[in-house]
C-alpha cells in the first residue's frame, strides 16, 4: 500500500495525460456540515461525506460527545441527531488531531455550550495559532485554562451555556489576519448566542473564501448571515433546519491533477466539479487559464458534468505575478509547476501560511531547494525562477498539501520522491493510490 511506503517515487511522464478523475468530497464542506449538523433539531443525513483523518477527529469528537452519529463510509453518508443547539453531555474530552476546522470550530462550540470540557490535539495541532478565538470567547464568559502553552491548545474550557443578556445582542471584536477559521467558528456556532451575535472585525482582512463557504452553507440551512463590509451579524433567533445535504468535491484536490494537465500539455477532467461549487479554490482553476491552459465545464457523452483542464502545447506554462491570498492551499500546487514556466512566477500575499500544518512558506522553498530551483522566500512570498530540477527526497513535513503538490514536480522531471506519501490521509488517504494508476496509464 502506498500510505506505508517511506518514500513514493513519480514516474516521469512522456507524453500529454489524459486523465478523468473522481475526487473526494471537499473538507471544509463536510466539517461545516457536521457542526451544523449537530446544533441543528433533528436528523440530518450528510451525503458525499469526505472521509479522512481531520473528518474523523471531528465525527470521533462529536460521538465522544454523546452526539447520535451513524457512519455509513461505503456509501459516503452520515447522519446525525442534533438537540436544537444543545450538547447531550454537560462534560468530556474530545481530541482533534490535526484538524484545524475541528479545533476551531469545536472549540467555538464547547466555549457557547453548558459543561466543562477537556480539548486534547495533535503535537502539530498544538504549534497552531488559537489565541484570538480564545480571547473573544473569554469575553463572552467562557473560562479557558490551559494544559500546557498558553495561548494554544490544549485546554480545558468552561463553556457559558448559552446565557441570554435580554435583548441586548452579543458584540465581539474579531483579528483574523492569521486565520478566518476563528471566524467561521464564530459565525457556525452563533444559533447558540439566544440574543444574536454581531462580530466586528478589526484586522484589515474582512471578508475570504472560506468565509464565503461558511455564510452560503448557513443561509442553505436557514441560518442567514448579514455582512455590511465590516460586521457579521447573525440575528436572535437562527437556528439550522435538519434534513438532507449534499457535500461537494473537493476543489483543492482536483486542481492537483488541473496542474498536471498544465505541466504536460495534456487534459484532465474532474467529475462534477462545476462553476457552482462554492470553494475559493475554483480561483486557481481560473488562473490557469492565465498560464495559458483552456478551462471548460463540459457535459460528457454519459452526461457527467465537470471541469475539463487542456494545458498550452508542449506544456508551457506563462510567468505571472499572482495574489493568492483568497486561495493559498495551491500556492504549493503553483510553485511546484512553477519551475517548467516561461518566466518568472511570483506568489503574493500568502503569510500566513507559514501557521498552517507546516511554515508553508520556508517549506517551499526548502524543497525547491533541495531539487535545485532557484527561488527566493520573501515574508509573505514566494519567487520561482525557470530551472531544471534535479533528483531529490522532497521532504513533506507531515503536511498533506507538501505531499501532493510535490508530486507534480516529478512529472517532468527524473528522480523526484516523495518522502511520508501516507499525510495525505489529512484530506485525501487515497491519492498516491490514484496517482500512482494515472502515471502508469
Known sequence: MVGIMETYKVRKISSPIDWTVEVPGSKSV????????ALADGKTL???????????????????????????????????????????????EINVGSAGTAARFLTAMLALAEGEFVIQASEQMKKRPMKPLFDVLSGMGAKITYLEKEGF????????GGRD??????????????????????????????????????????????????????????????????NYIMQKGISYQAGEYQVEPDVSAACYFYAAAALTGGRAFVKNVTWDCMQGDLKFIKLLEKLGCTVSEIKTKDGQKG???????????????????????????????????????????????????????????????????????????????????????????????????????????????????????????EYFEVFDKLTDL
Open 307 to 429: 471541469i475539463e483542464v487542456i494545458g498550452a502545447c508542449g506544456g508551457h506554462i506563462k510567468g505571472i505575478t499572482v495574489d493568492m491570498n483568497d486561495f493559498s492551499d495551491q500556492t504549493m500546487t503553483l510553485a511546484a509547476i512553477a519551475p517548467f514556466a516561461d518566466d518568472v512566477i511570483k506568489i503574493e500575499n500568502i503569510g500566513h501560511i507559514r501557521l498552517q500544518e507546516s511554515d508553508r512558506i520556508h517549506a517551499v522553498v526548502t524543497e525547491l531547494t533541495r531539487a535545485g530551483v532557484k527561488c527566493e522566500e520573501q515574508e509573505s512570498a514566494i519567487t520561482i525562477y525557470p530551472s531544471i530540477p534535479k533528483p531529490a527526497v522532497i521532504q513533506t513535513y507531515d503536511d498533506h498539501r507538501m505531499a501532493m503538490a510535490f508530486s507534480l514536480l516529478g512529472l517532468r522531471a527524473e528522480g523526484i520522491e516523495i518522502a511520508d506519501p501516507g499525510c495525505c490521509k489529512k484530506t485525501f488517504e
Open 153 to 160: 491548545l490544549p485546554i480545558k474550557i468552561q463553556g457559558i
Open 30 to 37: 463536510t466539517n461545516r456540515a457536521l457542526l451544523m449538523a
Open 46 to 92: 450528510l451525503k458525499g461525506v469526505l472521509f479522512s483523518d481531520d473528518s474523523g477527529h471531528f465525527l470521533s469528537s462529536l460521538q465522544s460527545l454523546g452526539f447520535d452519529v451513524n457512519i455509513n463510509e461505503a456509501a459516503k453518508t452520515v447522519e446525525v441527531t442534533g438537540l436544537n443547539g444543545k450538547l447531550p453531555v454537560k462534560e468530556g
Open 165 to 230: 443578556n435580554g435583548d441586548q445582542m452579543c458584540t465581539v471584536q474579531l483579528d483574523i489576519s492569521k486565520s478566518t477559521q476563528f471566524l467561521s467558528a464564530l459565525m457556525l456556532a452563533s444559533p447558540m448566542v439566544s440574543q444574536g451575535l454581531k462580530i466586528e472585525i478589526t484586522s484589515e482582512k474582512k471578508d475570504g473564501s472560506y468565509i464565503r463557504i461558511t455564510r452560503k452553507m448557513m443561509e442553505q440551512q436557514g441560518a442567514g448571515v448579514e455582512f455590511d463590509g465590516n
